[in-house]
């Protein structure tokens, strides 16, 4: 009989046995392909009753073990040493005859098994249903199959770091991006160590129109033209997912980088006002603590350590190959990897090589292959293994996969992401998508090291596949990703499950994405029972906890529970519709429904609890349709203050009326109420309803989150309690938040400031410049030019800071205004609605007003330089009170206001923005924009963004102690 370990052989999901859970019957209508999937496994469950009646059918199984010799006879006394052999051997003896009736079994023994080469099968390996061929652990083993190489002969040098020359590295002869020391991934060396370098300004490309994606202008001193140039590598992050690419050319007189080959997107990316990257490898990058460095012309490795560690005891391990496994089919022919397995096995130590011309996809990762990697595969399983240390995603089956399980896996420390399945290859005929294949019980986490962008589990293109009862956690981009294409187009995706997920704590670098997130024409697909939680980074992480983006439609959304998302408990985007979002939780959001599209969509039966300024949909002031059927949901604040729906109150919330039919006119929540849920209790996550609660009086299903995540065993259940979410690195935790630093030098007269968006009308003479007209610290300032008979805010420019945290903040700039010129500067916690925290007004005459148009009885001089320092807190230091200090060249005060009010609302900072106010023509000059500060706590208590500043040269004021010191309130 077969042997299977339990580690190996969890429970079976039959995703249909979720369909009707008790007291639910009618939920779902099974299809007809349902029944018969139903009416097929009864069949095989009857003869599978039969079978074990009578004899076990016999197994044949070869050994593998370190000490094995590929000259042995593959018994358990004389193992073979490689999987290559094993897998051959099986080929002989397929070609001598059939099979054993039971399949063959290759059982591989304990110890490092480091590979040669990938194992490599086709459609000549493949077993049948009733003999198929498994590679598992021997029984009470855990062999690891290690695509690395261990390097050893590494000696402490004199300024503390390790180093030793590998031979086999030296002439590029063995590139690797990977290094891990004792199972520790180190951090490929980089500059800066904290922050990131932004984009000065795009360029025309070589032909044609446009900004070129292969060409940008960088800040003086970070590049130069270092020698082996090609070895120096960038990572360019662009808003929800980011690329790589070596460089080609660096011209420091132009300050023009050439890249390798062209980005997906044009540089700056467009929606961008600029680029964050880091630069890797170049000489003398390796300055910091677990940093390591591969000089690949001579082979030196250097390291330095995290702390005191021994590296010359400890195991320093590097990839040699990308792909540990690949199992490919010819499909084409109807030749198929049938009835293959893996069981019971640790991969580990896999590789990622960066293409000449760079790696850069739209999203997700898409083009990055697996550790793991499964084309034109039928009835195949990875069931019990670990992948780890691999440098892209670890498991996937790609076109032509169908009837595959990936169960019961230990997904983690990843380059990529965890799972995929499927392409975004088009067109695909519909019998090639992924289908019929369900990734289950798997645990998945800390992954998107080398790409942020990569996804947990991520489907493309497929159709009814299931994705059930994962736990996936601590990543930079989105937790599960359902679907292809921005638009309404028929892809074949279609019938999907996704249920009992566990996702949190996502979202953790990159934006624009969730815990659940689906993309495309989906019909049938459903998204149900998930437990979503801590998506983004607070207080303005943009992660949702389920995302339903572009051109999704015909899904379902039931039975989830989403909360402490950084942005929208659930959020459907442009391009959405027939969408039917029913029974869900949605608490501690910052929004609890976004609906930005205007077609049809169901918001019913949920449950909006509320937290401080969040609101129960995303904000606009009014939609251009309320054609959508929301009704019978539970709205609630704990602190009992009035919700404001869009701008509307509660009453008149309720009159707005949709496209009246001959049936049904929707109202927005007619039957809806402002109430208590009555959960268990809400402050510690426990949304249980209690027995009077009134959402069950609505008619609310309760939703039961012990069913969500992983299941088995407890040592498999718990697995998750023995490990910590790893830190991000500093270049993370700092990720698109920029400190203003802007002198205005770093572009050319007759150009746009560099890190800044412009909003002009310069046909009509309302623009703004870069300058060597006038400037406080020359050679250059930005110039504004205002225009008469034209808009009040044209010409105007704005940062994008993302600056959130507990921060202390102090803004300085200088102005000369010409006679008639008015300054508009402004602080707001979000781009697109104006919560205010510090704001200035300088009339035309001079007069000072602050936020509101409040009079300060100042009147500023014209036509000389004056000195602008501002203060304001973000997060627990944000209350409603700034500081603005105004002087002249000469030192004198010409104000100085303490405590002055600003917006409630206001706790960080999105946009920063300068606007020449005038209505008449006139101008104006801005210099030397500077923003520094010093955080105290961050989310968790720990530093978010490292801000280097000079503390003591800060005024003392309230909130400041002795010497400048940033204190908290409460100190």
């Known amino acids: 009989m077969n042997k299977v370990l339990s580690a190996a052989a969890p429970k079976t999901v039959a995703p249909l046995t979720r369909l009707a859970p008790a007291g639910h019957e009618g939920w779902f209508t099974m299809t007809r392909m349902r029944f018969a999937t139903i009416a097929a496994a009864a069949i095989l469950l009857i003869l599978a009753g039969v079978t074990c009646m009578g004899a076990a059918a016999e197994e044949l199984v070869l050994h593998v073990a370190v000490n094995g010799s590929d000259d042995a006879a593959g ?55 009733a003999a198929p061929i498994s590679y598992a652990a021997a029984e009470g083993a855990r062999p690891v199959l290690s695509g690395g190489r261990a390097i050893t002969g590494l000696t402490r040098d004199a300024d503390g770091s390790w180093s030793t020359t590998i031979a086999e590295a030296a002439d590029h002869k063995w590139v690797f991006r990977q290094l891990f020391v004792d199972g520790r991934r180190y951090i490929p060396a980089r500059s800066p160590n904290e922050g990131t370098h932004f984009i000065v300004r795009g360029v025309a490309p070589e032909e044609g129109p446009g900004t070129a994606k292969d060409r940008f202008v960088f800040r003086s001193g970070d590049l130069e033209n270092w020698p082996n140039l090609a070895d120096v590598e960038l990572l360019m992050y662009f808003s929800w997912n980011a690329g790589s690419f070596p460089l080609k050319s660096v011209d420091t007189d132009t300050n023009l980088a050439t890249l390798g080959g062209p980005a997906v997107w044009s540089l700056p990316k467009p929606g961008m006002n600029t680029t964050p990257y880091l630069v890797q490898n170049h000489p003398g ?17 250097r390291i330095i350590p995290f702390g005191d560690e021994d590296l010359g005891a400890a195991e320093v391990v590097a ?129 998107g090291h080398i790409h942020p962008g990569a996804t947990g589990i991520y489907m493309a293109y497929g159709r009814n596949n299931t994705i059930s009862h994962n736990e996936v956690t601590d990543l930079r981009y989105t937790g599960i990703s359902l679907g292809w294409t921005w638009s309404i187009t028929r892809s074949g995706t279609r019938e999907n499950i996704v249920e009992y997920n566990h996702v949190h704590h996502v979202m953790r670098v990159l934006e624009d994405g969730g815990g659940i997130y689906s993309l495309g024409l989906t019909p049938g697909s459903v998204i149900r029972n998930n437990l979503v939680h801590h998506i983004g980074t607070p207080p303005d992480g943009v992660g949702h906890g389920i995302y339903i983006d572009g051109g999704s439609s015909g899904l379902l959304v039931e039975n989830n529970i989403c909360h402490d998302c950084g942005s929208g408990g659930i959020r459907q985007q442009h391009g959405t519709s027939c969408i039917t979002v029913l029974n869900n939780i949605s608490a501690f959001c910052r929004f609890g429904l976004g609906i930005d599209s205007e077609r049809t969509n169901i918001f019913q039966y949920n449950i ?75 402050t510690a ?15 609310f299903r309760p939703i039961d989150p012990s069913e969500m995540g992983l299941y088995g065993d407890e040592a498999w259940t718990s697995l998750p309690d023995s490990y910590e979410m790893g830190p991000l690195l500093a270049t ?27 909003v002009e009308v310069a046909d009509a003479g309302a623009y ?144 920063l923005g300068f606007v020449s106010n005038s209505l008449e023509a006139a101008t104006m000059y801005i210099d030397n924009a500077q923003a520094a500060g010093v955080v105290l706590t961050g989310e968790g208590g720990s530093c978010r963004l490292p801000i280097h500043c000079n503390a003591a040269a800060l005024p003392g004021r309230r909130g400041h102690g002795a010497g400048g010191v940033l204190r908290s309130r409460d100190q």
């Open 75 to 129: 018994g358990e006394a004389a193992p073979f040493q490689t999987l290559t052999r094993a897998r051959d051997e099986i080929r002989r003896i397929k070609q001598q005859g059939e099979l054993p009736e039971g399949g063959v079994r290759v059982a591989i023994h304990d110890g490092t098994h480091h590979l040669a080469e990938p194992l490599t099968l086709g459609p000549e390996d493949s077993g049948t249903a």
């Open 285 to 301: 990058a390796c300055d910091a603590p677990g940093e390591w460095q591969l000089d690949r012309s001579t082979g030196e490795l």
């Open 319 to 447: 990839p040699t190959m990308e792909r540990l496994v690949i199992a490919e089919g010819v499909a084409d022919e109807g030749r198929y990897v049938e009835h293959v397995r893996f069981e019971g096995l640790a991969f580990r130590h896999a590789g990622w090589e960066l293409p000449a011309e760079g790696f850069s996809m739209a999203q997700a990762a898409s083009g990055l292959g697996a550790a793991l990697e499964f084309h034109a595969a039928i009835n195949c399983a990875v069931t019990g293994c670990e992948v780890a240390h691999v440098g892209r995603y670890g498991i996937g089956f790609f076109m032509d996969c169908s009837e595959n399980t990936i169960q019961r896996n230990h997904i983690h420390d990843l380059g990529g992401g965890g799972v995929r399945l499927g392409t975004n290859d088009r067109p695909q005929p519909f019998e090639r998508i992924a289908h019929h294949n369900l990734v289950d019980n798997n645990f998945i986490h800390n992954g």
């Open 608 to 682: 909006v609890l509320l937290d401080g300024i969040s609101a129960p949909f995303a904000y606009v002031p009014e939609w251009k349709s309320y054609n959508k059927i929301i009704d019978y949901n539970i709205y609630w604040r704990p602190d009992e203050q009035p919700i404001k729906f869009l701008d509307f109150t509660w009453e008149e919330w309720r009159e707005k009326q949709g496209i009246e039919d001959i049936w049904y006119t929707p109202y927005m929540d007619r039957h809806s109420l402002i109430a208590d849920p009555k959960f268990v209790d809400a």
């Open 685 to 699: 996550r426990d949304f249980r309803l209690q027995p009077d609660s009134p959402a069950l009086a609505m008619g």
């Open 732 to 758: 993370e935790s700092t990720h698109g938040m920029m400190m203003i630093a802007d002198n205005f030098d770093d572009a050319q007269p007759g150009q746009k400031p560099a890190y800044s968006a412009v």
């Open 768 to 911: 703004l410049e870069i300058s060597n007209e006038r400037s406080l610290s020359p050679p250059h300032s930005v110039k504004f030019v205002d225009a008469p008979d034209q808009i009040y805010y044209m010409p105007h420019m704005y940062y994008s800071p993302r600056l959130g945290g507990d921060i202390k903040l102090r803004m300085t700039f200088d102005l000369y205004r010409e006679p008639g010129a008015m300054l508009w500067t402004e602080w707001r916690n979000t781009a697109s609605y104006a919560k205010v925290g510090p704001c200035i007004y300088i009339e035309s005459d001079g007069a000072l007003l602050l936020n509101e148009r409040a009079a300060t009885g100042t009147v500023l001089p014209a036509e000389e330089w004056l000195h602008f320092e501002i203060e304001d807190g973000l997060g627990a230091f944000a209350d409603a009170l700034w500081y603005l200090r105004i002087s002249n060249q000469a030192g004198e005060v010409l104000y100085e206001g303490i405590d002055l009010p600003c917006g409630a609302e206001f706790d960080r900072l999105r946009w």
